[in-house]
């Protein structure tokens, strides 16, 4: 039921981008129960990131054309309908008030993570030649994921979808370049910083700890149930994808 209320908020926030002076409104609180709303309506920066996302996929939506919209439009929804659950907050019970800093954190990562996403989505398709100084990439080549001795994956996060992964990705590869997407033997697509030298995730946090914080739930792996590399970034201006037997920049 949440998903769905969900879906028809998204709806009338894009039907207002539609008909209305392509400035998206202002997230609307007043009377909703839903257990998503009253984690993003307990904080302003959950807030304006909601305004924030609504705003890229109308951006989005000029940017790749009415033929290619019904794919994003897709992806959105199906995105709304698990990002809350990622979170740990379910459709039919109410989160902890006051809201603890942990999940909105969650919201937040989230949040900066789809927007990402929509701001890069097809941005690059069709373009006949790459950026000026930018190398073109290939597909990433195959190699073990499983480490050995004191080296160590820090693990970020986990996902079904391959595009929140990607996401995620993106928003953590400003200070970790080392950043890859891989896919486990259960299909799990997970986002693992690394390889690093440490057998100890406080000692990871300590260490980066003047950079993008890690999420609460980071842990290290040595990758023994990684079966294949999705995407990773491959310099600051140029990241890379191989995913369902295409590559494409990121």
Known sequence: MQAVVEVRVLLALMLGLILGS???AAF??????????????????LMRLADERQAAIYEARARIGEDRWPELWENQKAWVRSYAATCGVLPDRPPQIPVP????????????????FIRAYGGTEGASTPSPGAAVDTAAPARSLKLSGDQRWVVL??????????GIARYYSSDFQSVLVVKASNGIYAVIIGPEHTTSIQAFRERSKSLRPLPGDAFLSRG????EEIWRLRSPLLAEMNYDGKTRPG
């Not at 609307?28 to 920066?45: F, K, Q, R």
């Not at 800093?101 to 990402?116: P, V």
Request: with cysteine.
């Open 22 to 24: 392509g400035t998206a």
């Open 28 to 45: 609307e609180c007043a009377g909703l129960t839903m257990p998503s709303s009253i984690v993003i309506c307990s904080d302003p920066e």
């Open 101 to 116: 800093i942990s999940l909105k954190e969650c919201f937040r990562q989230a949040a900066e993570a789809r927007i990402a």
């Open 157 to 166: 996060a986990s996902r079904r979808d391959a595009d929140e992964a990607i």
């Open 224 to 227: 023994d149930s990684w079966s």
